[in-house]
């Protein structure tokens, strides 16, 4: 697989892109395990068995733009899944439905204004 730089990257939510962003990180998937451990398990060990996938999550993080339609769009927080599309500068794309879990602003002392938001991935990530 061929590396790819970062810059230029670009994150939308529902169609509508979140402007000034400078980081995102995806949590990754995360699989669940159930305990099966009884009396007759050899050794005294535990015994798990897989069970779900949890898909994760998206940190973005960026400068505080209150005229962004992008921005607006994680501060609505809707009850309702949205398709979030991460385009990669060689045009590659990683594509999920989320939710909007958290969005908040940091107003340091001598530095611009930032957000940040975290969107809870909810079924498969595609690639493509």
Known sequence: M??????????????????SVTEITRSGTERSFADVTNHGSSGGFREFIPTLLDPGTIDVTGFF???DGGQDALRAFSET???????????KTISMSVFVQSVGESVPLDDAVQFSA???ITGATTYS
């Open 2 to 19: 061929a590396k790819t730089k970062s810059f230029g990257t670009t994150i939308s939510l529902g169609g509508t892109a979140i402007g």
């Open 65 to 67: 733009d209150d005229a």
């Open 81 to 91: 899944s949205a398709t979030c599309l991460i385009t990669l500068p060689n045009s």
């Open 118 to 120: 975290t969107l809870k």
